[in-house]
């Protein structure tokens, strides 16, 4: 997987609506020639327009044609015919559930998954740093410090993400930066979501998936929940008739399983989930 490439900068909600929204009919606007008009639309200087560019990507928003030209993913069209300013904390669930599936998620999904999900016990952000650099084994020492800088800055202050409340941080004097994985509020669309984007991106050919081995693949990590929390969802999503299109929960001795049904693809679950998805702000 490759980096996100976000030159330590995070993303706003007013620079990710307004590039979508500018891209929708300039491919062309993080080209080259393009540069000093998109600094001025986006009120950003050159480095910070290139973060701008790395997280889209990284997001599944854009994808790139050509050398300097992109075009809308159906994701970001599906945005902005829900909520185009991303005022929404249900858009800011989508972005973040496909940065983890990313083929650009580098240092973004490590972050979830070199927390603790079961006690969510802190850890100091330089240790968290160092796991993170043994876990992605190619890069080069100074990008991924840029990146992580980046992707850190997006769980804190006014921040979209920091406020549907994925991760937590505290500073103290003596030990520094301490990082754990929040405890966001889930709807259940966000975890159908969720199950399909991991349908897609990793068990696209399987129907069928045991319930471990969802979890080692990150799905609680990503959600921010305990295996037995993301069991109990599940166990009791599977009674109602609304998900039954979408998935099963299939219960055995020390072997549960999840089923993927019909409906449980990113295309329909993400409008599901931007259309009757709740708040989940902080």
């Known amino acids: ?31 080259k020639t393009k540069l000093r008009e998109t600094r001025k639309e986006l009120i950003a200087g050159t480095n910070v327009v290139d973060g701008i560019q790395g997280w889209l990507l990284a997001a599944q928003l854009i994808n790139r044609i050509r050398t300097g030209e992109y075009e809308l993913t159906n994701f970001a069209r599906s945005l902005l015919a829900n909520d185009a300013k991303l005022n929404k904390s249900a858009s800011w669930w989508a972005i973040h559930l496909a940065i983890c599936f990313s083929d650009r998620s580098e240092p ?24 993170i650099d043994l876990a992605i084994e190619d890069a080069a020492k100074g990008s991924l410090v840029s990146n992580l800088e980046g992707v850190r800055k997006m769980f804190e202050n006014n921040h979209p993400l ?33 199950l399909a984007m991991m349908r897609f991106h990793r068990y696209k050919s399987t129907p069928t998936v045991d319930f471990s081995e969802l979890t080692k693949s990150g799905l609680g990590h990503f959600l ?9 969802h599940l166990k009791r999503m599977k009674q109602s008739q609304k998900w039954f299109a979408y998935f099963n929960y299939d219960m055995q001795a020390n072997l549960d399983s999840v089923s993927f049904n019909e409906l449980c693809t990113p295309d329909k679950t993400v409008l599901l989930l931007l259309q009757e998805g709740g708040d989940t702000w902080l």
């Open 1 to 31: 997987m490759a980096l996100i490439g976000n030159q330590k900068f995070a993303l706003s909600k007013g620079w990710a609506s307004k590039s979508i929204e500018l891209i929708k009919n300039n491919r062309d606007l993080f080209s």
């Open 108 to 131: 973004y999904n490590q972050f979830f998954l070199n927390l603790d999900f079961l006690s969510k016990d802190w850890i100091g952000l330089d240790e968290l740093e160092n796991k």
């Open 162 to 194: 920091a406020e549907i409340g994925l991760i937590e941080t505290r500073k103290n004097k003596e030990s520094g930066v301490s990082i754990r994985l929040g405890s966001p509020k889930l709807t259940d669309e966000i975890i159908i979501h969720a």
């Open 224 to 232: 921010c929940c305990s295996q037995v929390e993301l069991r109990e």
